[in-house]
């Protein structure tokens, strides 16, 4: 009775001040969802990079001589990155006795306003199914022959953001393909992408001239990039950096890109986004639990008379502690509510526009990751709530009901 007696007063007294409840529940809500951001960004790009960095499965990746950037944006954005170097490239990288095996690939872009194409601006990444090690094993799940699944003449293996299903017919330049498989969502721009066997990419170019509205110009002899696996070093194999530096040394056609150098520069640049996000945030949270700490003491005086009647009336110590506990407790529990739907929708809302901002990857959680998040966040909001309505809240029940009556006039 007497918890749903300090609830009622708790309504009437909300109601009676909504406005400065309201301001309360706003500063809440904003230092959670400051905090529930950066962490949902942080958690799940890291996540990403490390699936992105686990697909790709290469330890380097040989392009055109300056055009290792192009790669990496085009590895996160999935913006096409079109270039082409001599085939020959792949069998002289694959000579040196540190390298263990290699692999090509073809990048080409599919047109736009174009009833050839099924897909508009479309990257598509052709691949040598023979060599391939890096594509195949990203099948999902659902997919049980896994690495040693067949890819056919006239199937492609779909990126996961792109809402295909296995067996779509899809069309490039003309030419008509069957999804065979699904890729793993990793949340990165490869996510976007169309992945055609690479004899099937030159079959297409060939025929582009009969069957596209605009011809393929592709030759044969041409690839974009060369996916390298070195040897173990315990193996006379070398390290990925000094292996990058000998290749560009004896190759100066070729540039090199290190996943793991991505990798550090995609970790750097995150973390210098999310310090200043969690600086600000920890600034107001402070700021938050000292206004929620001054608005309760003020209240507390302004209802002297108030609280000293209902003592005279019969009203325990416990009962006035009650009732300000539970008006900071709501004040933190709605703030950190309204605060972690805002931010999380936010932030898988806009996804892809974060992920380009900041030039990282960003892989959707499901909700068991969710949760552990969330709970953590209204734990932490709660926290704040309850130390800084502790000290109203005893001051509050310690008042004698005749002083109280007294001060209050």
Known sequence: MKHFLAAYLVRKNIRRRLFRYLILVVSVAAAVGMQVSAALIDRMSRESLELGLKRLGADLVAVPAGLDAELQKSYLTGDAAIFYMDRSIQDRIS???????????????????????????????????????????????RFTRGAERKIGADEVLAGAALGLEEGNTLRFYGQSFKVGGILSPTGMGLDRAVF???????RMARESKTKAEQELDLSPDKISAVLIKLKAEKDGGLPAYRAAFELEQRIPEISILQPEELAMKIQQNLSTVLAGLRSASYAIWSATALLIALVFAMATNERKREIGLMRAMGATRGLIFR????????????GSLIGLLCSTGLVLGFSSLISQSLGVPFYQPGLGKLVPLSL???????????????????????MEPYQAIRSGE
């Open 376 to 398: 953590t966040a209204l734990a932490l909001a709660l926290l704040t709530g309850m130390i800084a309505g502790l000290y109203p809240a005893l001051r509050a029940s310690r």
């Open 323 to 334: 009732m300000i506990m539970m008006e900071a407790l709501l004040v933190g529990g709605t």
């Open 196 to 202: 055609i066997p690479i004899r099937s990419a030159y």
């Open 95 to 141: 000579g040196f006795d540190f390298v263990a095996q290699t692999s090509p690939q073809l990048f080409i872009k599919s047109l736009a306003n174009a009833g050839c194409c099924s897909l508009w601006n479309i990257y598509l990444v052709g691949f040598d199914p023979d060599t391939d090690f890096t594509i195949k094993p990203w099948l999902a799940p």
